[in-house]
């Protein structure tokens, strides 16, 4: 995407927070997602078409799931997020969901990556834990850096950004 290069969206924050609402809302887990001229390739395991056991249970049927998101998708998700936060009284189609573990966790790597703005992002994530590649500029060029966030980490993050939203 194009984020801080002159794309309608200018932050990876609410972004990545649509992105993670999505994956809540199709129960999957152990994603990956790589950033594209265009939009996010995003991959994960979520429950076999026709399984009616929980994701949790050991013998539930999993797939991997692979699909694309482009930039009008995302602006049209985040949209619909804003108008479903907001609330007011105003119906947003579709069923209602609740805040999931992804939306809020990629919600705040999302604003780190605001804080780093690099060019472009990759990441996996098992286990609420994440590495992420970020393509960054230094004096010596573009190079990719590598960070990592714990299930701790992410938790704290999220602990303290529920505190500055009060």
Do not use: C
Request: negative net charge; without cysteine.
């Amino acid at each position: 995407m194009r984020i801080y290069e002159g794309a309608p969206r200018q932050d990876y924050e609410e972004v990545l927070r649509s992105v993670g609402a999505i994956l809540d809302q199709r129960g999957m887990r152990e994603v990956t997602l790589t950033e594209t001229e265009d939009g996010f390739v995003v991959q994960g395991l979520a429950l076999s078409p026709g399984e009616d056991r929980q994701w949790n249970d050991p013998t539930a049927r999993l797939a991997k799931e692979t699909f694309f998101l482009r930039e009008d998708d995302l602006s049209r998700f985040m949209d619909e997020g804003v108008a479903r936060r907001q609330g007011g009284g105003r119906k947003v189609p579709g069923p209602r969901h609740p805040v999931g573990f992804y939306e809020t966790a990629l919600r705040v790597i999302g604003g780190y990556f605001d804080q780093q703005q690099p060019h472009d992002v990759f990441f996996f994530e098992q286990d609420h834990q994440f590495v992420v590649r970020l393509l960054m500029p230094t004096r010596a060029g573009l190079r990719h850096v590598l960070v990592e966030f714990t299930r701790e980490e992410i938790e704290a993050m999220i602990k303290s950004s529920e505190h500055g939203r009060t």
